[in-house]
Structures are given as structure tokens and as C-alpha cells.
């Protein structure tokens, strides 16, 4: 039978070999058989296809997948390795057609073959390896043998946990506490239950105490046995001694009990987003003394539209029943309610404020929460389904549609259905769909009773401090989102405009900018929202729940270094010193003289916590500056030294706090409004759209010239070298209101060419400013251009974040305007604030040039563009783009190159320039990374080659051909931007080979302008 199988496999092999030879257009399911694997290609495509010519092929596969992930990468690779085996070369890319519909076609990953073979071949030599060794022994695997990794979650590995007893068994058991209960010598649930009670801390103690419970071990509360899989199976449970079922509200008669249904696979023909909430589940409370069912009310929703439409008919209701029932209460289980409610405010830009209030208010009550923090049962999950047996009954769960992942299946079904016109079996589907929504809310509404229940038993005091959350506010009426407080009228018209396009077939790139630009006016505002959910989940959730967030510094102890006084005989207000010693999370950016917000456990002190805050809520304040910070010498804590002061509203306290967390977000007025200028006048003229550069970049229109086809060409001199900065210049002159971008990779001049551009374009009159993400990235583009663009210092103005030395001397609050309006040309710089605000009126530059582009999102490129005629975007969309935390319904927190380039690795050329001649990297390196990271289009200038790295040795400098940067290279440091690293940009690095670095800037960070530590921006001294 082998050999039979063996030999239609070589068949199959030897006919795909004849397709190939014979130079076939197509080869579809192409087989690949060597004798030791064997694969199944989806396409191989020939180059030269329809034109009768034998060519190459490339390989495609179809993955129903958003993105590429690298199995199926492998997978291509292995194809792209058989293929020139079989007589057909093979072309250095491979695709994927990817699951996301764009238009009438799908969307397409392209990747370099030459990438993926090192790597499969990698692997592949790792499985040989391992097979042969596992051949050898003539045993089967083994349950945690070495070198053979599982999932814990598959079928199979799911039979393996349960055989041996494995720790997976106990619920909430994570891979790491796992990992260090075997390295303890526990390596199942009977060994962890059967631990010493002493021995186990913290965690520990928590997962035997779950172990105990699932073994029986011990004492129960109650149990209830039932038929499942056509056995007996028992449930008990018991209720722990600090639980927070007392917290639960009182019930009311306006109650309702809510849960979603969505299909993360349905994909909105106009946009191309994934994902739909088609099902918005709610059941009222029962009123008192009635028979039968409860009400069950479904919001659905079949199109983006729908869901949009269904969101605000459901915040509605809640709304008008909040006003009905002012004690009120929505529950639900588990946060996914609360995170999908936030998500589909910001996606619609529509009922962000109700969303707010709700939170704010504590309308929202997860019953999943009250659980794990009250009850331990039996089960290896705590999963709503795996409670009901105890309080629903011998209604238990039946049906076609009985969990989450047999719901999206058959909302696909019945899109099927739907679309093929059989109506009577769609709407049986949509049936059994709802019957199940209806079950879990149902389910929701018996827990929550239950555990009321429960807490009366067992003698819980009512705290019930969240009885009445109020009714919403009369005066502000019905969120429909249409007139929200915090809404423009600019946005909302933009919005109302995308409301009635189709919403059948694709958006035009005209369309899509619309709707970017309608983002955009959204833009910081969601960016905030973030922020504040961030914040507001922090302060009500428990301590040990922040351990995967970034920028948190727990307190272990608080020493009072000077209690409250006076620091000055003139102060009004009191302060207090403080040194902290605690814990900060992986990633955290504590540093001195950055500000944070500090907390305090409930009840803070009098006046700090908020007066509609829940209870156990803890108290903030913003605006915590630290003094002191270095590491414990005896633990990997840390110690910070604050100061608190006093306020009108909060007087001197006892209170420590107990933990620090980030400042509040700098405050985005003037860019706000520099969008909002925009988005009127595109309200005004949609369909068309004004010619204006951030509205071309949003198009993805080519630079538009007055005379010109396209940028100029790059001339190259007497030495070879290309004139960038020439050709850059002649575009700009003849640029129409539009913008030229430059892509630039590391140590390829962007600098240098920009500050000759500027140079040149400032000694013509004309009027430039330079805008970026930090001061110090403006400050070095500044530099640069009077030392090496031959600006004169005396036209050019910056105000200064903070004090320190500059080669230009207006540097005071006004000069950039005085600049502005004096004749002739001027080079002024600032971050967002500045070119949004009032130094800088709309249409006063000539150019604006936004240095690091790839960092600069298309939000704030909108907001800057109103300032200048013309744009030039610096910088290389393949650097780390802006940090951003909003979740927005069009990508404007992409940086502005990177929306150009599309995802390619370089820039198209009809949109401006790539800097293609490193002077930093020698060929032989600079070969490796054009390869991987740039198409191979990046080269190294001739003098390049003359680069070597020598042994570190006694020297001054900080040039990359200097001894200590070789050493700070050599020892680790390089790149590093922390307390104790080189600053995070060395300007001296985009020197062309024999210029003279100036001794200010030779002398290192404490000697040049250029190299000050950038902070975050200060609207204070930004514009």
C-alpha cells in the first residue's frame, strides 16, 4: 500500500514537472515530492503569462488569514525551493492572497524567497534532527518530552493534560506559574493540592487552594450533580471569605442583562475592516409577581450601517431606561462587553460621551469580576457555562448554537443563506442564533440573582454604594451621536456625507480621505479617551491586575523624608517629601523631573476622590514631579523621591500612596483646532476636495507641479555623487500646493540634503519652518542648516523647551511671529504646537519641512499643513513610527510616509525621493540590509568602503570612526536612548566623509545644541 501511495505521489510529482517544463501560463495544486516531503502548491504563476514564452514562476498560496504569519511563509518557501528542481526557475518573490476582499480582488502580501529559504532550510535541518533522534530511541512521544514543545490547548494536548495529571488541569494556572511550580519539582494537580499550606504564597496559594477544589479535597458550600455526555458530573463551590458580592448593587426594577454576539471574520465591503457586532442581546429585569420570560429585546445589525444604527438605538434605550429607572444597572460577564462598547464609539465616532458616562458611573457591572473574586467551584474553567449547572436549573444549555465560536459559524452560515436567497433557512439560523443570546442573558440575569443570594446566606454586608448611578443629564438630551458635547459640527457633516455612500463596493481614495480627514477631527480626542479608560480601569482594579502595563510603580513602603511645611516663608501651601521604594513594570520610563499622577487606596484623602467615583474607587492627582530616582541597594526595587503640596481643594492628609501611574495627556487645543480649519473647508466642497499638500498625501495623489511631469531629476557631479539636494530644490520651486517627499535611510544625508535645500530656498526669500515630533529633532535640523546650509543665524528663531545653548538668538516667545512677518527669507522651528498656533498663521510658510516623517502621524501632518503652501516630508518609514493609543476608525495614526509608501519597502519614485547612497555603512554590510530592508536599492557611497571598525583604544570624539563610540558600540550601547545611554540621535553621523565636525558638537551632549535629551512636548513653551 506504501509503495503504491509513494508511486501516484511521483506521478503527481513528474506531471507538475511537465506542466513547468512545457512553460504553462498557471500550474494549479502543483505537487512536490522528493521521497521525504511532500506539498501541495495553491498557484505557481509564470512570469510570462499570455504571452506564449516560457518564463519563471513565483509561487502564490491562499491563506484564509489578515496577515501573513510564518508558517505559512514556510510554507511558501518550501515551494520556492522545490521549484527549481522541477525545471522552472523560481522568481525571488513569493505571495500570499490573503482573506481581506479589497475591491473585486483580495489583498496580496509579496515577500523575498531569497529571505525565507535560510530560514526554512533552518528548520527544516532542526525537524530532520529531531525526527531521526526520535526514530532512534523506537519509542512513541512522550507527554513533555524534551525538544518537543505542545500548545496545552488542542484536542490532543488537552487528552495529554488530562492523562498525566498535568498542572493545566487547575483554572488560572498561566505558562509561567507552571514553569515554576515544575522547577519547584510539582508537575501535577494531586502534587500541588497535596502542598504544605505554608509553603504556598501569594499566587501560589491560590491555585492550590483552586487545586484542592477541583479534587474535592476540600469543604464545600454546595454542589449539584447532572448529566453531562451521558454521565453523572458534580459541581460544588464554595465562597471565599473576602468577597466582594456584597459591592453588587440592589436589584431594580430597570435592570438589564447584556451580552453581544459578533463574527471577527465578516469583512465590510467598502472598507475592507474586519469584524462585525451583529447582535446586541438584552434581557429586563422581570417585574415583580409576573409569569413566563422575561423580555428579550435584539438590536441586530447585518452592515457597518446596521451596526452603527444598532449601537445608538441601543444606547437609546438604555439612555430613555436610565431616566425611567434612575438605580439601574446593566450587567454583564467578562469585560468584553465594556472593551466592544468603547471600541464601537471610537469606530462610528458616535456616542463617546454616553460610553464615558456609563463607565464613569459604574453603570456597567461585570459579574465575572464579583466571581472570581468570591466563589472557587470545581471546574478548570470559570466560564459562565461552566456556573450554570449550580443556579439554572435543569435548564441547561441545548440547541445547534451552544458557544461563542459555533455562533460565528453560523452568522456565516446565514450570510450565505442570505445572499443565495434562501430566505426560510436564513431566518431558521438568525433563530437559533438569537435563542442562544437569549440564554446567556438569561444565564446572566440567574447568576447575578444567585450570587445575591449567595451573599444573603452567607451574612455579606451591603455595602451597595452604586444603588443609584443618576439618570443622564436632562440638559445635554439623547446621545445619538449626532450632537455630542464634545463633537464638531465639521465632523459630524463629514460624517453624515460617508453615512449615505453605498456601502456595497469600495471607497474611492477621494472617499477614503473623507473619511480620514472626518478621523482626523477625532483624532486627539480618541487619543485621550484611551488615556482616561487606561486610567479609570487602573483606579478601580486590584494592584496585582497591572503587571502587563507599561509606566507603573507599585509601593512596597513610604518613608516621610520632611512632613508637611512651608518649603518658603511666602507659600501659602504646604509641602510633603516622600521617598517610595517599590516596583516598577517591564518597559516603564520613570525618570527624574518627569511627572505622574499618584494614587491612593480608598477612602483617600478628603476632596481627591471624585464625588460620582464607585466605591473602593481610588483617589488620584496629576502632576507629580520626581525628584530622586536609583535603585534599591539591597532588591531590584527602586526608590523615588516626590514632593506633595497642598491644594485649596485638598488639605494636609496622612494618606502614602500606594502607587504611580502616568500624567494626564498634554493638552492638543491649537492642533485640534488646525484640523478642524481643514475638515470645514473639505464640508464644504465634498465631493471635490481642495488642493491642499496634507489633503494630497491623505489622496495619495503624485506631487502636483505647476510646469513639471514629475520631481526632477537627480544629476550626478564631476565625482559621481548624486545631487539630492539640486533636484529636491528645483521640485519645491515648482511644487503647486502640494507636497515631495524623501525617504532617507540611516547614514544617507537626509540631514545634510535637507539643510542645503533649506539653505538654498531661505537665501531665495523664502519663508521655511521645520516641524517634528521633539525639540530636539527640530534643534538638529536647525543646526545643521546654518552650519552646513549657510543660513544666516540671524533669521532663524525657535523658542527653547528649556534653556541651553543654540547657535541662533531668537529664542523668546514672539520672535518666530516677528520673523514671519519681516521682509525676506526666515527659518523657523517648533513641534506641532508651534506651527498650529499663533506665531504661525495659516498659509505663512513657504515650506514646511516635517523632519522624521516616518514618526509623524497623518493626523498631526493634517493639523501642520495648514501652516505652509508646500510640504517636504523627511525621514524613512521603515524607523519605529509615532507611539500612539487610540484605537481609530481610519489609520491617521499612521506616520505620513508610511501611508505613502503603502507598505513597500521603499518610496514609489513619482512621489518624491529615495536616498540611495549610504555614507555610513560599508558595502559589504550595507549589501545585507538593502537586500533585507530596502529592495536592494540602498548602495554605499564610494567612501564608504573605507570604513572599518578597530579595536577600541584611547581617544576623543564621538564620530562613529572615534575610539569611545567604538567602544560604547563594542560594549552594548549603541542606540541606547535611557538615563545612562548616548542621546537618542548622533547628527555627526549624517556627515559627508571628509567635512569638519564643529567643535560644539565635537565636544559630545554636553557641548552641542543638537544634542540635548529630548523631553516630551511642553505646550507651554511648544506655541
Not at 449539584?224 to 440592589?250: C, Q
Not at 464613569?360 to 450554570?388: C, F, M, N, P
Not at 525657535?798 to 543654540?806: D, E, I, T
Not at 563610540?965 to 540621535?985: A, K, L, N, T, W
Request: glycine share 10%; net charge negative.
Amino acid at each position: 500500500m506504501a509503495r503504491t501511495f509513494a508511486a501516484s505521489l511521483q506521478a503527481k510529482h513528474a506531471e507538475t514537472e511537465l506542466a513547468l517544463r512545457s512553460g504553462a501560463d498557471v500550474v494549479f495544486q502543483a505537487t512536490f515530492f522528493d521521497g521525504e516531503f511532500l506539498g501541495y502548491a495553491d498557484f505557481l504563476v509564470n512570469e510570462a503569462a499570455g504571452t506564449g514564452n516560457p518564463g519563471r514562476y513565483e509561487v502564490w498560496d491562499t491563506k484564509l488569514a489578515r496577515h501573513a504569519k510564518v508558517g505559512a511563509l514556510l510554507q511558501l518557501a518550501a515551494y520556492g525551493d522545490q521549484a527549481p528542481r522541477n525545471g522552472a526557475g523560481a522568481l525571488p518573490v513569493v505571495t500570499l492572497v490573503l482573506g481581506t476582499r479589497i475591491g473585486d480582488d483580495w489583498l496580496r502580501s509579496s515577500h523575498s524567497l531569497p529571505d525565507l529559504l535560510p530560514v526554512f532550510r533552518e528548520r527544516r535541518q532542526r525537524f530532520r534532527h529531531l525526527t531521526a533522534g526520535h526514530r532512534a530511541t523506537d519509542a512513541p512521544v512522550q507527554w513533555q518530552q524534551p525538544g518537543v514543545v505542545h500548545c496545552g490547548r488542542c484536542d490532543y494536548c488537552a487528552e495529554q493534560v488530562k492523562l498525566h495529571r498535568d498542572l493545566l488541569m487547575v483554572a488560572g494556572m498561566s505558562v509561567v506559574q507552571r514553569r515554576k511550580l515544575r522547577a519547584a519539582g510539582i508537575t501535577t494537580i494531586d502534587e500541588l493540592a497535596a502542598m504544605a499550606a505554608a509553603e504556598a504564597k501569594n499566587s501560589t496559594a491560590r491555585l492550590r487552594a483552586q487545586a484542592r477544589m477541583q479534587l474535592g479535597l476540600d469543604q464545600a458550600a454546595g454542589s449539584r450533580t447532572f448529566t453531562k455526555d451521558g454521565e453523572p458530573h458534580t459541581v460544588s463551590y464554595m465562597v471565599l471569605p473576602d468577597n466582594t458580592i456584597g459591592s453588587l448593587p440592589a436589584p431594580s426594577a430597570g435592570d438589564i442583562f447584556f451580552d453581544f454576539e459578533g463574527d471577527p471574520l465578516w469583512q465590510d465591503p467598502a472598507t475592507g475592516a474586519w469584524g462585525i457586532e451583529y447582535l446586541f442581546g438584552v434581557i429586563e429585569a422581570p417585574a415583580a409577581g409576573a409569569e413566563g420570560d422575561p423580555v428579550f429585546r435584539p438590536f441586530w445589525a447585518h452592515s457597518r450601517s446596521g451596526e452603527r444604527r444598532a449601537f445608538l438605538d441601543f444606547l437609546e434605550y438604555v439612555q430613555q431606561r436610565r431616566a425611567k429607572y434612575p438605580d439601574m444597572h446593566v450587567y454583564h460577564y467578562a469585560p468584553y462587553e465594556k472593551t466592544a462598547l468603547r471600541n464601537l464609539s471610537l469606530a462610528h465616532q458616535a456616542g463617546e460621551d454616553t460610553v464615558d458616562d456609563w463607565l464613569r458611573q459604574g453603570l456597567l457591572v461585570d459579574l465575572y469580576a464579583t466571581v472570581r473574586h468570591s466563589l472557587r467551584i470545581s471546574e478548570a474553567s470559570y466560564s459562565i457555562k461552566k456556573l450554570e449547572p449550580l443556579y439554572m436549573g435543569h435548564n441547561l444549555r441545548s440547541g445547534d448554537v451552544k458557544d461563542a465560536g459555533a455562533s460565528v459559524v453560523a452568522y456565516a452560515a446565514y450570510c450565505a443563506a442570505r445572499d443565495e436567497g434562501r430566505r426560510d433557512q436564513a431566518e431558521a439560523i438568525l433563530a437559533s442564533i438569537s435563542d442562544y443570546n437569549q440564554y446567556d442573558c438569561l444565564s446572566t440575569l440567574r447568576l447575578r440573582d444567585w450570587l445575591l443570594e449567595l451573599g444573603h446566606e452567607s451574612g455579606v454586608s451591603k455595602e451597595r454604594g452604586r444603588e443609584d448611578v443618576g439618570a443622564p443629564d436632562a440638559s445635554r438630551g439623547p446621545d445619538d451621536g449626532a450632537a455630542r458635547a464634545d463633537e464638531l459640527p465639521e465632523e459630524g457633516r463629514l460624517r453624515e456625507y460617508l453615512a449615505g455612500l453605498p456601502d456595497n463596493r469600495p471607497w474611492s481614495n477621494d472617499e477614503r480621505a473623507i473619511a480620514m480627514v472626518a478621523a482626523a477631527t477625532g483624532y486627539h480626542r480618541r487619543e485621550r479617551k484611551q488615556f482616561w479608560w487606561q486610567h479609570f480601569d487602573r483606579v478601580e482594579a486590584p494592584l496585582d491586575s497591572w503587571s502587563d502595563q507599561r509606566n507603573v510603580f507599585v509601593v512596597s513602603s513610604a518613608e516621610v523624608l520632611s512632613d508637611w511645611a512651608l518649603a518658603k516663608p511666602r507659600e501659602r501651601m504646604r509641602t510633603r517629601v516622600l521617598k517610595l521604594r517599590g516596583t516598577m513594570t517591564e518597559g516603564s520610563d520613570f525618570r527624574p523631573d518627569s511627572n505622574w499622577c499618584r494614587l491612593y487606596d480608598a477612602p483617600g484623602p478628603d476632596g481627591m476622590t471624585a464625588p460620582e467615583a464607585a466605591p473602593g474607587t481610588r483617589a488620584y492627582t496629576f502632576g507629580t514631579r520626581i525628584s530622586e530616582l536609583e535603585a534599591a541597594p539591597d532588591s531590584p526595587e527602586h526608590l523615588i523621591t516626590i514632593a506633595e503640596r497642598e491644594t485649596g481643594k485638598v488639605q494636609a492628609y496622612p494618606h502614602l500612596p500606594v502607587a504611580l501611574t502616568e500624567d494626564q495627556p498634554l493638552a492638543t487645543a491649537s492642533i485640534e483646532a488646525a484640523i478642524t480649519e481643514i475638515a470645514r473647508a473639505v464640508g464644504s466642497s465634498v465631493p471635490s476636495l481642495p488642493e491642499q499638500p496634507g489633503l494630497d498625501i491623505l489622496r495619495k495623489l503624485p506631487p502636483r507641479f505647476r510646469s513639471r511631469q514629475g520631481p526632477a531629476e537627480v544629476l550626478h557631479g564631476e565625482d559621481g555623487a548624486a545631487d539630492y539636494a539640486g533636484a529636491i530644490t528645483e521640485s519645491l520651486r515648482d511644487l503647486d500646493h502640494s507636497y515631495l517627499a524623501v525617504q532617507g535611510p540611516p547614514g544617507t544625508g537626509k540631514t545634510y540634503v535637507g539643510a542645503h535645500v533649506i539653505g538654498r530656498l531661505v537665501a531665495q526669500g523664502w519663508k521655511i519652518g521645520v516641524v517634528a515630533q521633539s525639540h530636539n529633532v527640530v534643534e538638529n535640523l536647525l543646526c545643521r542648516a546654518i552650519e552646513t546650509g549657510g543660513v544666516d543665524r540671524q533669521v532663524v528663531g525657535k523658542k527653547l523647551a528649556s534653556p541651553h545653548h543654540v547657535p541662533w538668538a531668537l529664542t523668546s516667545e514672539g520672535d518666530v511671529a516677528r520673523l514671519l512677518s519681516s521682509p525676506g527669507g526666515c527659518l523657523v522651528g517648533g513641534t506641532a504646537w508651534t506651527m498650529t498656533g499663533k506665531e504661525v498663521p495659516a498659509g505663512s510658510l513657504d515650506l514646511l519641512v516635517i523632519d522624521e516623517a516616518g514618526q509623524f502621524s497623518l493626523a498631526n501632518t493634517l493639523a501642520v499643513s495648514r501652516a505652509g503652501s508646500r510640504l517636504l516630508l523627511l525621514g524613512d518609514p521603515q524607523q519605529l513610527p509615532q507611539v500612539t493609543q487610540g484605537a481609530h476608525p481610519e489609520p491617521v495614526d499612521e506616520s505620513a510616509l508610511g501611508w505613502l509608501a503603502a507598505g513597500h519597502a521603499t518610496l514609489p519614485a513619482s512621489l518624491g525621493y529615495f536616498l540611495a547612497d549610504t555614507w555610513r555603512m560599508h558595502p559589504d554590510l550595507c549589501r545585507a540590509v538593502s537586500t533585507l530592508s530596502y529592495e536592494g536599492k540602498l548602495r554605499s557611497a564610494p567612501a564608504a568602503s573605507l570604513r572599518e571598525l578597530e579595536e577600541p583604544g584611547p581617544g576623543r570624539g564621538n564620530g562613529t570612526g572615534q575610539p569611545c563610540r567604538q567602544r560604547h558600540i563594542v560594549q552594548g550601547g549603541g542606540g541606547g536612548s535611557g538615563p545612562s545611554g548616548p542621546p537618542p540621535s548622533w547628527p555627526e553621523m549624517d556627515q559627508r566623509p571628509g567635512e569638519r565636525i564643529p567643535p560644539a558638537r565635537a565636544a559630545g551632549p554636553a557641548g552641542g545644541c543638537c544634542l540635548q535629551r529630548p523631553g516630551p512636548p511642553d505646550p507651554a513653551t511648544s506655541g
